[in-house]
T-cell receptor, first 115, second 113 residues
């Protein structure tokens, strides 16, 4: 089982729709959770991070965390063609003790927003 | 703007050559990282450093070495490049006073022939 799992996609949504991107992680001890956007051939860009159960909103983006289910998601409202990219989920490594500086990345979900 | 820069941005080299990739940052962060990314795969940690005197191996350090010349500079060397080291290489930084959100440089596309 991969430590951080994401559906590779592509996830295709029409312009203006809500895109829902999902991520599961294997270690209950993970503390912080991050979403990065990566355009093809470019570097990952931090969109949001979350560390408490519940929702965190920033503009059109909402991160949702459910630690009991080991599940984190990213909602993108009013999706635009410019949102078409690969979205990487990352979690802090809980082990060994003191490893929280390490991020474990999923392989990413490719999002396509159709005009 | 505070930033993370990498040089070179693209490099083509031959098997057996030594090559150095450089990373500089003006964010004032103390922690620096080197990752590689292969097509369709996630990011893999090569080395990381918490300060100038602290260097640690990541998941895939074999065939690589690093040097932290100053708080703002962290370089990655491939001692004897091989074709399966062809990849995108990213430098990242974070602050020890944060939740470890990491900020990435623009990347170096390395091709080993």
């Amino acid at each position: 089982q991969k430590e951080v799992e994401q559906n590779s996609g592509p996830l295709s949504v029409p312009e203006g729709a809500i895109a829902s991107l999902n991520c599961t992680y294997s270690d209950r001890g993970s503390q912080s959770f991050f979403w990065y956007r990566q355009y093809s051939g470019k570097s990952p860009e931090l969109i949001m991070f979350i560390y408490s159960n519940g929702d965190k909103e920033d503009g059109r983006f909402t991160a949702q965390l459910n630690k009991a289910s080991q599940y984190v998601s990213l909602l993108i409202r009013d999706s635009q063609p410019s949102d078409s990219a690969t979205y990487l989920c990352a979690v802090t490594a809980p082990r060994p003790v003191g490893s929280s500086y390490k991020l474990i990345f999923g392989s990413g979900t490719r999002l396509l927003v159709r005009p | 703007d505070a930033d993370v820069t990498q040089t070179p941005r693209n490099r083509i080299t031959k098997t057996g050559k030594r090559i150095m990739l450089e990373c500089s940052q003006t964010k004032g962060h103390d922690r620096m990282y080197w990752y590689r990314q292969d097509p369709g795969l996630g990011l893999q940690l090569i080395y990381y450093s918490f300060d100038v005197k602290d260097i640690n191996k990541g998941e895939i350090s074999d065939g690589y070495s690093v040097s932290r010349q100053a708080q703002a500079k962290f370089s990655l060397s491939l001692e004897s490049a091989i074709p399966n080291q062809t990849a995108l290489y990213f430098c990242a930084t974070s602050s020890s006073g944060s939740y470890n959100e990491q900020f990435f440089g623009p990347g170096t596309r390395l091709t080993v022939l």
